[in-house]
């Protein structure tokens, strides 16, 4: 578990495999407590005291290297926790930065199970200034999901001998049972990020595949609700876009300037209804740069669009868990919306099951026909239901339904899942599903697939297989399924050390093993491979790793193999540096016309330079360059991508973003079939971010490529030698306004 994902747990006991869990009754307050009382020579007088913290790293079970300690209690409104943190003069790590954006950082979290099933809990977690970040954990899906954002408040004090942080958590802000007497999960943590530590309290062990089954009992909530629970964004956004048409092409103008509404209801506290009117579902922030080119499969971008990865966990099954492979299947990929009219969604929790239902329109997919009547079939009509049923502990099972429908083509998606829990460290997880595909020409598809996995985590050993069969008639248009027609076998193992050094946290080796073919029987890919990593404090990792592998490609059977290694080091609180490099025989899957695919060699690295000169400010360089080649030595292509970033936060609402982003594409037209493309993009963002409801965007783009209009022959659209056209340039403007009632 990554401090990123707030693996921050927590410990008020030990805790070991099979023993009760720690109890913890909060008192009733009539007033909120104030930061001042816990500073030093103050006087805590609110709250339940908790202390007794352990490291879930790097010391499994010893105790917090330094002194920790909270303060509990709640009003009719909202739970306050108080984190009293001591630490060596000028050791902590803390900047005034964004929301989110405490990765670096020394922090606290608070881990709420609100309806005590050990399957979901909430994160709220803070810096010692109090920047915010908040994520949700899900039982089987990995990480946690840091797309979760609420309202809270929060506030934080550096003291001399450490610093104080104040949390209040609305019970607004949080989806429980409807009863008067209310019992949680509950879990408080800390994280030295210096040190490589993560204690928490109740002591959360690695010996253990679940740390969500190890929360404390939280007791003694009497008459809480989130009452009457309304919520209420409007919002108001205004584009003008100056814009290349390659089909004209000409330059063209356009302005835009929309207002909508999102709207969300919580019913009973438990269930919570969100509809999203005239939507402005354009992304804030960028994709981070990702090598495209000669990748034979398509390549994987996360959502960004707060309407669509907000309580996106609930619409997860199984087959997403990937283990060492990566990237892996998922059956909703929201990215595959691209501008909707409306949306509606609702998630939730009723006794035992897990609900989430979404519907939302869509506009036709780039390049099919658009049909004029009657008019609303120029949009695509969307559905996506989920249903899991919870029991025995951590166990489950689970249906999913996806449908989408454009004019008289269609696509529905069925699946059904169960996850089941063997004991504390092995999970058995399997997956049914079935498609059905009518074309625009009338033309029917369908086919099944299936998936299973078997997982142990602990401490020292790890292992992970799975099974995936996609048929060649299965089809999921709103999903992510690279590929189709396989059977895969997959393996992976490791085993880590965790010598009792200061420096050396742990070292390991691990080894993966890869099979796959084709519903004929023949022979499609192979793969194994071994590797080895260390963790030494100051956030300092080291790996390297080789594989050899196999596959068939249009028909022909290549041999690669990849030699890799890398770093990553945040040793000094002002720098962080990470690269890697890897050599790999591969294939040109793209060659030049008349050419066929040929095995070719590929060289790849990449460098990051973080600078932190000042709390308030954040510079990241970024560059990663990837060649192919023939075997020979001739130069295939050349890729080079260049990212600068930088950040100043003047307040912790008011910041400023600028990036420059450079990729460029040199290649031998007589060897592969890629366009000599360079692109330069400039991009300013002034966001002032009261909380996730209430911001206002200030940005500005400009795109810049090595195109121009050649009007002696046409127009027609050339090459040029430099990035000098201005291609897309664009000012925004977006206001939003939380009201809650």
């Known amino acids: 578990m990554t401090h990123r994902g707030f693996g921050l747990c927590l410990c008020l006991s030990i805790l070991c495999p099979g023993a009760e869990r720690p109890k913890l009754a909060i008192p009733k307050t009539s007033r909120a407590p104030r930061l001042q009382e816990y500073l030093p020579g103050g006087n805590p007088s609110v709250g339940a005291l908790v202390s007794g ?28 926790v108080i984190f ?71 506030e934080g004090r550096l003291t001399p001998d450490g610093y104080v942080v104040w949390m209040a958590i609305p019970f607004k802000s949080l989806r429980f049972r409807d009863r008067p007497g209310q019992s949680w999960g509950i879990g408080l943590g800390r994280a030295i990020v210096r040190r490589n530590e993560f204690s928490t309290w109740p002591y959360m062990t690695l010996r253990m595949e679940s740390f969500l089954q190890q929360l404390a009992d939280l007791e003694g909530f009497d008459g809480i609700s989130s009452g009457r629970n309304l919520q209420f964004i409007p919002y108001a956004a205004f584009a003008h876009a100056r814009f290349l048409d390659p089909q004209a092409p000409a330059i063209r103008k356009e302005t835009d300037s929309r207002a909508g509404l999102d709207a969300k209801a919580v019913l009973r506290d438990a269930l919570t209804f969100d509809v999203t009117l005239n939507p402005d579902f354009s992304q804030v922030e960028s994709d981070e740069p990702q090598v495209t080119v000669n990748r034979r499969f398509e390549v994987f971008f996360p959502e960004r669009r707060p309407f669509f990865i907000e309580n996106a966990g609930f619409f997860e099954t199984p087959i997403t868990t990937g283990g060492a492979f990566r990237p892996s299947p998922r059956l909703f990929f929201s990215r595959r919306i691209v501008n909707p009219r409306f949306g509606a969604r609702m998630t939730g929790k009723v006794g035992g099951w897990v609900l989430g239902a979404l519907v939302t329109d869509d506009r036709p997919p780039p390049g099919a026909p658009a049909p004029s009547d009657p008019p609303q079939a120029n949009r695509a009509a969307i559905g996506v239901a989920r249903a899991r049923r919870d029991f025995a502990g951590q166990s489950s099972v689970g249906l999913l339904v996806t449908s989408r429908d454009f004019a008289s083509g269609s696509n529905r998606v069925f699946s059904f899942d169960t996850r089941l829990r063997l004991n504390p460290n092995w999970i058995l997880s399997g ?83 890869l099979l796959n073919w084709d519903h004929t029987g023949r022979l499609q890919d192979w793969l194994y491979g071994a590797g080895f990593d260390l963790e030494l404090s100051g956030q300092t990792n080291i790996f390297a790793g080789h594989d050899e592998a196999f596959e068939v490609f249009q028909g022909r059977g290549f041999r690669r193999n990849v030699a890799a290694g890398g770093f990553r080091t945040e040793w000094l609180k002002w720098l962080s540096i990470d690269g890697g490099g890897e050599r790999e025989v591969t294939v040109n899957y793209f060659p030049a016309a008349g050419l066929a695919p040929f095995s070719a060699s590929s060289i790849a690295a990449d460098a990051g330079v973080t600078l932190r000169p000042a709390p308030r400010i954040r510079f990241g360089q970024k560059y990663v360059y990837s060649r192919l080649e023939t075997r020979q030595g001739t130069s295939i292509f050349n890729n080079h991508i260049f990212r600068s970033k930088l950040n100043y936060q003047f307040t912790r609402p008011l910041s400023i973003r600028a990036i420059l982003d450079y990729n460029a594409v040199v290649r031998n037209e007589q060897l592969v079939a890629l366009a000599h493309a360079k692109r330069l993009t400039a991009d300013i963002l002034v966001t002032y971010l009261v909380n996730p409801g209430t911001a206002l965007y200030v940005g500005y783009t400009d795109l810049y490529e090595n195109l121009d209009i050649d009007r002696t022959m046409g127009p027609v659209l050339i090459r040029t030698a430099s990035p000098s056209r201005s291609t897309g340039r664009q000012f925004f403007l977006k206001l939003s306004y939380l009201f809650r009632f």
């Open 53 to 80: 913290f352990r490291q879930r790293k790097p010391g499994d079970g010893e105790p917090v290297t330094q002194e920790t300690s909270a303060w509990l209690s709640y009003d009719d409104r909202n739970l306050y």
């Open 84 to 154: 009293v943190c001591k630490d060596e003069p000028g050791q902590v790590r803390a900047r005034m930065s964004k929301r989110e954006d405490i990765d670096s950082d020394d922090s606290v979290a608070l881990i709420l199970d609100t309806f005590h099933d050990r399957q979901r809990a909430y994160a709220f977690a803070s810096n010692p200034l109090g920047i915010q970040g908040d994520a949700i954990f899900t039982e089987g899906q990995g990480a946690p999901d840091p797309s979760f954002d609420t309202l809270w408040y929060s």
């Open 431 to 513: 997956q049914a599903l079935r498609s059905y595909t009518t074309g625009q020409d009338g033309k029917r598809l369908s086919g099944p697939a299936y998936y299973a996995s078997l997982e142990h985590t602990g401490r020292h050993f790890q292992y992970f297989s799975r099974y995936l069969d996609f048929s060649p008639g299965f089809r999921s248009e709103l999903g992510f399924i690279p590929r189709v027609d396989i059977r895969t076998a997959q393996h992976y193992a490791s085993y880590s050390w965790r010598p009792e050094g200061r420096r050396v946290l742990s070292f390991g080796a691990g080894a993966k093993a």
